[in-house]
């Protein structure tokens, strides 16, 4: 994410293009609506503008992460 001085909160830093799942998306560079939809951002298949998902990509595969380092030694046999 994007580091801001004095705890400015990034909601009032301005105007932020994302790209909504559920809505008719068009491209900010050219003006179409084609795109390759990732986890995190969707691609415009034309011009390859690329946007943030409005979700924050709360979704897919590796979505769960482990907390701390699992102890493999003791799971290998002796």
């Not at 801001?4 to 909160?9: D, G, H, K, L, T």
């Amino acid at each position: 994410m994007f580091a801001y001085p004095c705890n400015v909160a990034a909601g009032l830093s301005g105007y932020r293009i994302m790209f909504h799942l559920d809505e008719r998306n068009v491209c900010p560079g050219c003006g179409k609506s084609n795109w390759i939809v990732g986890r995190m951002t969707a691609e415009c298949a034309f011009c390859a503008t690329a946007l943030p998902l409005e979700g924050g990509s709360a979704f897919g595969t590796g979505l769960f992460t482990t907390r701390g380092t699992p102890d493999l030694a003791s799971e290998l046999p002796h």
